[in-house]
């Protein structure tokens, strides 16, 4: 039973540019949640989907968008990248009724440089 | 003020010691808290949920205390293998069902021989 995956495991990005982060959930799990985790800090809650729709949102700027597809995969798209983006970025799985234990991936460094 | 606050440590205590943690929320409307644990450059995994009567997991005990909107966890001969950054976690459902999921910034444990 493969967990949570994601990939690429490491990105390095300069100013300006545009990056595509992708999730593929717990088998079984249709609900796919986004974190952003700056260094010593906890994740911060970006969005969630579910049922290819955004579920609920945190406190992050459009340039943060996502998207799910059919299979419950998901992207996190993140544009016009500031020095600031650069943290780790993690993916959690979950089932609809018990959305609130949720499963991580390993999640992607991203370098803003 | 923030969401969930916790003590960000470091705890540095030997091997064979009580530690507790405590965690703070400041919705009243919180449905729902757990325990996660990350070790250094790995992603969050459950520990373990908190109830309201208390509950037990081998040598952790974890407490919620609604009136007064605190977490507790509670670790009993701790090992060496426990030094990890525990994450307080606070979960609110909305009317539409979606999740409101805050982590708190954790807290540091060091476990030394």
């Known amino acids: 039973d493969a967990g949570v995956t994601q990939s690429p495991t490491h990105l390095i990005k300069t100013r300006g540019q545009q990056v595509t982060l992708r999730c593929s959930p717990k088998?079984?799990?249709?609900?796919v949640s986004w974190y952003q985790q700056a260094l010593g800090q906890g994740p911060q809650f970006i969005f969630q989907?579910?049922?290819?729709?955004?579920?609920q949102r945190g406190n992050f700027p459009d340039r943060f968008s996502g998207h799910q597809f059919p299979n419950y995969s998901s992207e996190l798209n993140v544009n016009a990248l500031l020095l600031g983006d650069s943290a780790l970025y993690l993916c959690?799985?979950?089932?609809?009724?018990?959305?609130?234990?949720?499963?991580f991936g390993p999640g992607t460094r991203l370098l803003v440089l | 003020r923030k969401e969930v606050e916790q003590d960000p440590g470091p705890f540095n205590v030997p091997e064979g010691a009580t530690v507790a943690f405590n965690c703070t929320y400041s919705?009243?409307?919180?449905?729902?808290f757990f325990w996660y644990r990350q070790d250094c450059r790995k992603e969050p995994k459950l520990l373990m949920s908190?109830?309201?009567s208390g509950n037990e997991d081998g040598r952790f005990t974890a407490q919620l205390n609604r009136a007064s909107q605190y977490i507790s966890l509670l670790i009993r001969d701790s090992k060496l293998s426990d030094s990890a950054t525990y994450l307080c976690?606070?979960?609110?459902?909305?009317?539409?069902?979606?999740?409101?999921?805050?982590f708190g910034s954790g807290t540091r444990l060091s476990i030394r021989p």
């Open positions: 959690a799985s979950s089932l609809p009724d018990r959305g609130e234990t949720q499963y």
């Open positions: 088998s079984g799990h249709d609900t």
């Open positions: 989907y579910y049922e290819e729709e955004e579920r």
């Open positions: 919705n009243s409307a919180s449905q729902s």
């Open positions: 908190v109830y309201s």
């Open positions: 976690v606070v979960n609110t459902v909305s009317y539409s069902s979606a999740s409101k999921i805050i």
